[in-house]
């Protein structure tokens, strides 16, 4: 008996075509699984990257914010300050020239003349010649005239240890002032500085009347100057310190 080993070749062909088309639909499928797969793993790894700049730049703002308001509340008690001294500083220097009380020492009694030299920390070598003649005091004019020198020079003292304060104060807080307030307030404070030492010239020095007048005019001319200046600070003090002054902040 023969065997019919006879082979249907169109069949053969179509199941190949089938296997084939299968591999390449599965090896799409399992492309496709793969890009969507590495795709989502980078979506993820980029997500986690811009998270973590965000909260890096939600730090960082928040710290500069911290930082502005700190410098912005250092900047308003420094300017608060500052004008306030030199405030005092000229103020005092005023009251030594123009119109003055002049005190008559005369009718001072020993005790009144010696707790004037307390309150001021008025030293022996000052005081002591005074008080020990005092009771010639009506005969003797050099004992008033010592006084009022001793007095004068004590004032002018003064008026340097406020002048002082203001332009240690100046450079204290160099760090909050702004350029302008910075070049306004160190005019101010050798301004002031002048006027003393000449106000010094004036009551503590020399008798000589060129000399005087010379003083009297350096002091007329600085103060006119001195008041240019504080219309200047105050005007740019108001201006920075005034809502919305940001420039050169950032």
Same mark, same amino acid.
């Given at each position: 008996m023969a065997l019919d080993i006879s082979i249907d070749w169109g069949t053969v062909v179509i199941s190949a075509s089938a296997v084939l088309f299968s591999i390449i639909k599965g090896a799409q499928y399992f492309s496709k699984k793969y890009v969507d797969q590495r795709f989502l793993e980078k979506l993820e790894q980029h997500k986690h990257e811009l998270q973590g700049i965000m909260e890096y730049n939600k730090f960082d703002l928040q710290r500069k914010m911290q930082d502005f308001n700190l410098f912005t509340t250092k900047r308003h008690e420094a300017y608060t300050t500052l004008y306030k =001294?030199? =405030?005092?500083?000229? @103020?005092?220097? @005023?009251? =030594?020239? @123009?119109?003055?009380?002049? &005190?008559?020492? #005369? #009718?001072? +009694?020993?005790?009144?003349?010696?707790? =004037?030299?307390?309150?001021?920390?008025? @030293?022996? &070598?000052? #005081?002591?010649?005074?008080?020990?003649?005092?009771? #010639?005091?009506?005969?003797?004019?050099?004992?008033? +005239?010592?006084?009022?020198?001793?007095?004068?020079?004590t004032h002018v003292n003064v008026a340097k240890d406020y002048q002082r304060k203001a332009q240690n104060e100046f450079y204290y807080s160099k760090l909050y002032l702004s350029e302008k307030v910075d070049e306004i307030c160190y005019e101010l404070s050798n301004c002031l500085r002048f006027v003393i030492t000449d106000i010094e010239v004036y009551h503590c020095g020399t008798k000589d009347s060129r000399v005087l007048s010379e003083a009297m005019r350096n002091i007329n001319s600085n103060n006119q100057r001195i008041s240019v200046l504080f219309r200047d600070l105050k005007l740019t003090m108001q201006e920075e310190l005034s809502i919305g002054y940001y420039k050169n902040q950032t």
């Open positions: =001294l030199f =405030l005092e500083a000229d @103020g005092y220097a @005023g009251s =030594l020239m @123009g119109y003055r009380e002049v &005190t008559d020492y #005369k #009718k001072y +009694s020993y005790d009144e003349v010696s707790r =004037l030299f307390d309150e001021y920390n008025i @030293g022996d &070598t000052d #005081k002591n010649p005074i008080l020990d003649n005092w009771d #010639k005091r009506h005969n003797d004019d050099s004992v008033i +005239s010592n006084l009022k020198y001793v007095m004068n020079r």
